[in-house]
């Protein structure tokens, strides 16, 4: 089993930032693909950054040039800097998790967090 630990959400002003944090840990797997994303009620969750199969980390075209990824591979830690926040970057924001293969593969097996919510508003 893996176990996820998100950390940073709350409320903030339009072109604030936050600075999330997640941290993955398992007694099984020491390496792990992590990844960012967020979700809108009543719409399906959508990718924000995080690293994949074979470890480059990507950001989505919506968030680009404002929000920035980091890793601690050492601590399984994962930061997600979110610059001049928008309303529309409104969400819950979940660290999806999955074992890394000693190849750099991601495992299929997914692990959520709880989520941790952002609301961006005057």
């Known amino acids: 089993q893996v176990q996820v630990m998100e950390s940073g959400g709350g409320p903030v002003q339009p072109g604030g930032s936050l600075r999330l944090s997640c941290a993955a840990s398992s007694y099984l797997f020491e390496r792990f693909c992590m990844n960012w994303y967020r979700q809108v009620p009543g719409e399906a969750r959508e990718f924000v950054a995080g690293a994949g199969n074979y470890g480059p980390i990507t950001v989505a075209d919506s968030v680009k040039g404002r929000f920035t990824v980091s890793e601690d591979s050492a601590q399984n830690t994962l930061w997600l800097q979110m610059t001049n926040l928008k309303p529309e970057d409104t969400a819950k924001y979940y660290c999806?998790?999955?074992?890394?293969?000693?190849?750099?593969?991601?495992?299929?097996?997914?692990?959520w967090g709880q989520g941790t919510q952002v609301t961006v508003s005057l």
């Open positions: 999806k998790v999955q074992a890394r293969r000693k190849n750099g593969e991601c495992f299929e097996t997914t692990y």
